[in-house]
């Protein structure tokens, strides 16, 4: 199926360093509702605790056709990662001061996984730099467009 949800602020406000893949620890009605794109990682990130990962904030709609046995809709959910992966990861996040952000929620072979990112925040001058290149670049795109040979 392909991607379910990305979260587009990541790349205009950090630097985007290092992915993994991660899986994720889901109960009954979560996966039907990620399955019918009823999910948002906008304002999520992942805090590690004790050895383990989890993602925080993640929204995922209840199911429609839910009962009594629906899921709460911000839990903190367990990412499946492997121990030395989790012990690599929390010494970046202590000792380099970066932050752990979901980028893209996805479906492989009917299994939910999450792309975690090793991130660096990015200054307000970094930010205008990007837009700058970003507007230059669509400019060049625009006269190759109308000038043609």
Same mark, same amino acid.
């Given at each position: 199926?392909?991607?379910?949800?990305?979260? +587009?602020?990541? +790349?205009?406000?950090? !630097?985007?360093l290092?992915? =993994?893949?991660?899986?994720?620890?889901?109960?009954?009605?979560?996966? &039907?509702?990620?399955?019918?794109?009823?999910?948002?990682?906008?304002?999520?990130?992942?805090?590690?605790?004790?050895?383990?990962? !989890?993602?925080?904030?993640m929204?995922?709609?209840? =199911?429609?056709?839910?009962?009594? !046995?629906?899921?709460?809709?911000?839990?903190?959910?367990?990412?499946?990662?492997?121990?030395?992966?989790?012990?690599?990861?929390?010494?970046?996040?202590?000792?380099?001061?970066?932050?752990?952000?979901?980028?893209?929620? =996805?479906?492989k072979?009917?299994?939910? +996984?999450?792309?975690?990112?090793?991130c660096?925040? &990015?200054?307000l001058?970094?930010?205008?730099?990007?837009?700058?290149? &970003?507007?230059? +670049?669509?400019?060049?795109?625009?006269?190759?467009?109308?000038?043609? !040979?």
């Amino acid at each position: 199926m392909g991607t379910i949800s990305t979260n +587009k602020k990541v +790349k205009h406000d950090y !630097f985007i360093l290092e992915t =993994y893949e991660a899986g994720i620890k889901l109960t009954g009605t979560e996966i &039907k509702s990620i399955r019918n794109h009823k999910v948002s990682i906008n304002d999520c990130y992942v805090r590690i605790k004790d050895s383990e990962a !989890f993602v925080i904030n993640m929204h995922i709609t209840p =199911y429609v056709h839910g009962n009594i !046995f629906n899921h709460e809709e911000t839990r903190e959910r367990k990412l499946l990662l492997h121990k030395r992966e989790i012990l690599k990861l929390h010494s970046k996040v202590k000792v380099d001061g970066l932050v752990l952000i979901p980028t893209k929620l =996805y479906l492989k072979e009917s299994l939910c +996984k999450m792309e975690v990112a090793v991130c660096k925040g &990015k200054k307000l001058y970094d930010k205008r730099q990007s837009l700058k290149e &970003k507007d230059q +670049k669509r400019r060049l795109e625009k006269v190759g467009k109308n000038f043609r !040979f």
